[in-house]
């Protein structure tokens, strides 16, 4: 064997070795992507569960969030109750939808958020003024999909395919 055919059959190995380090790398990164993908996940559904947990067992909470939001005699500190509740579930959404739209998490996490937002919780007026007010932090293609799907739908639950069909076109 010359030099030149021990130096060819050198590069050849080491080639190898980089084409199978960069797999071993592409499958290291796939990984912790996915590793990453779950504990956003995780982390959205436990704030749920505590929101959850929280009316199980907090009695005057739990009466708080069954009153009729949209009758005229609230007192100021349950309009102000109310007020920063629905903030927290828009900024909630607002959180779930960019991870959703970086594909960080399934879009299952903002199905289940818009089918409670549904329930009534956006049909009040002071919902509305306080969407109409946060709305303002938002770009236009998130406008559009939430009230499209809050304000325009006559049904109260969210359908899935809607949902996907709004949020892919609002990602364009």
Do not use: C, P
Not at 44 to 52: F, G, K
């Amino acid at each position: 064997m010359n030099s030149e055919v021990i130096i060819i059959i050198v590069q050849i190995i080491a080639a190898l070795g980089v084409v199978v380090s960069v797999v071993y790398l592409a499958v290291q990164i796939h990984q912790q992507n996915e590793i990453t993908k779950a504990q956003f996940g995780h982390s959205l559904t436990q704030r749920v569960y505590e929101r959850y947990f929280a009316t199980t067992k907090d009695s005057e909470f739990s009466e708080f969030l069954s009153k009729d939001w949209s009758r005229d005699d609230l007192t100021d500190t349950e309009q102000w109750r109310v007020t920063m509740f629905i903030i927290t579930l828009l900024v909630d959404i607002f959180d779930v939808y960019e991870k959703v739209k970086k594909g960080f998490v399934d879009e299952k996490h903002l199905v289940m958020r818009m089918n409670a937002l549904k329930f009534g919780t956006m049909k009040t007026d002071l919902a509305r003024s306080v969407w109409d007010y946060w709305k303002l932090s938002r770009d236009e293609d998130f406008i559009k999909w939430f009230e499209s799907e809050v304000f325009d739908s006559s049904d109260t639950m969210v359908d899935k395919d809607i949902v996907s069909s709004g949020l892919k076109s609002s990602l364009r």
